[in-house]
């Protein structure tokens, strides 16, 4: 399965996804690990405490693999004179990807520590994400900046993945969650979709403003924004470290003191927790590769991606459930669930498609 298949193939594809999987299983059940309120699940920890101590093992997972083997260089195509130095003028926007992707990794992981299953937040994160990459396309091909058409099946799948998210939004979850009425969980929601809609466009336009024959450096890519988003978190975990000191008033807020004392005196199994990260820090890796898979455009790359983690999330709740004492998937769930599988039918009619055109191009 996982020889090496030529760039921009079904099969380069399918491995990717394939990898994905795999790590966001282990990522979403090791958050429900750490952090479940059942007294058998051990070791329990305060969400923000694991937020913390998780984020940075998913930060230096993606961080040092991309330093230490030079990934960061990039052969730019325009290259911006700064004083003595040539820079890449991609980075005028990389940076501010990696900005955005500074949010999208702690509210991820937020998103898993409410009281909702791994499959229903992935549901609901997933399917807002798919919309935001049909937007996308309808933004970047109006701009003539793609020129590929998005297949009919493509906008049935959205459909159906608009249909998943209002099920679990709208629905009550079992009766234990009314998630539109807590506004922790809206404030989340609300800050990853828009993160990831202007990270999903800048890669998209790096993607698509490529000059023929220019090379479509993913690494290079990955590297930079990787930098930019480590940078940020670094800046605002010490900005919220030393807040009391300028607004003492911050330091009574619950979740300043939580970051606080989990940094100043670090929780039991702490470093169990950072290790936790890994896995989150490996999905990463995938899901930007799928993102921006050449020839595919942000819909599909979009829809490809969010619902290869519905699968997992589904996985990681029935895992959950069998050994962790999770709660057993609603009939809403699995409608929901049921929605997505017509996607991914409609999904693979487009593939089919795509890979047909790809193989009559010039």
């Known amino acids: 399965m996982f020889k090496k298949a030529a760039e921009g193939s079904t099969a380069r594809l399918m491995q990717l996804c394939t990898g994905y999987f795999l790590f966001y299983v282990a990522t979403g059940l090791l958050v429900k690990l750490f952090t479940a309120s059942s007294p058998e699940a051990s070791p329990r920890m305060d969400d923000i405490a694991f937020l913390a101590y998780n984020t940075l093992g998913a930060n230096l997972t993606c961080l040092i693999p991309a330093v230490a083997l030079g990934w960061w260089r990039m052969e730019s195509i325009r290259p911006l004179r700064l004083g003595r130095w040539n820079l890449p003028s991609e980075l005028l926007y990389i940076i501010p990807s990696g900005v955005c992707t500074a949010v999208v990794i702690p509210t991820t992981t937020l998103m898993y520590t409410l009281p909702i299953s791994v499959m229903v937040a992935m549901v609901i994160m997933r399917a807002s994400v798919i919309v935001i990459g049909r937007l996308v396309d309808e933004v970047q091909i109006r701009q003539g900046i793609l020129d590929k058409r998005v297949y009919a099946e493509e906008n049935i799948a959205v459909l159906f993945a608009i249909g998943a998210a209002s099920i679990e939004l709208l629905g009550s979850n079992g009766g234990h969650f009314d998630f539109l009425r807590n ?24 993607k698509n403003t490529r000059p023929k024959g220019a090379p479509l450096d993913n690494k290079a890519f990955f590297a930079t924004e990787q930098i930019a988003a480590s940078a940020t978190m670094a800046l605002i975990a010490g900005l919220v470290l030393l807040s009391p000191r300028w607004f003492p008033s911050w330091s009574e ?3 300043v003191a939580a970051f606080i004392s989990a940094v100043r005196l670090p929780a039991s199994g702490w470093g169990w927790a950072v290790c936790s990260g890994v896995a989150f820090g490996v999905v990463a890796f995938f899901s930007v590769f799928i993102f921006m898979f050449k020839g595919r455009t942000a819909t599909f790359t979009g829809l490809v991606n969010r619902l290869t983690s519905l699968v997992a999330g589904t996985t990681a709740t029935l895992i959950g459930w069998l050994f962790l004492g999770s709660r057993f998937p609603s009939l809403q769930n699995w ?17 089919k498609k795509r890979a047909q055109e790809l193989k009559e191009l010039p």
């Open 335 to 351: 409608i929901s669930l049921g929605f997505v599988l017509v996607a991914v039918a409609f999904l693979t009619r487009a593939e």
């Open 183 to 206: 506004r922790a969980a809206v404030v989340i929601l609300a800050s990853y979709i828009a993160a990831y809609a202007i990270r999903i466009y800048i890669m998209n336009y790096y």
């Open 253 to 255: 807020v619950p979740q």
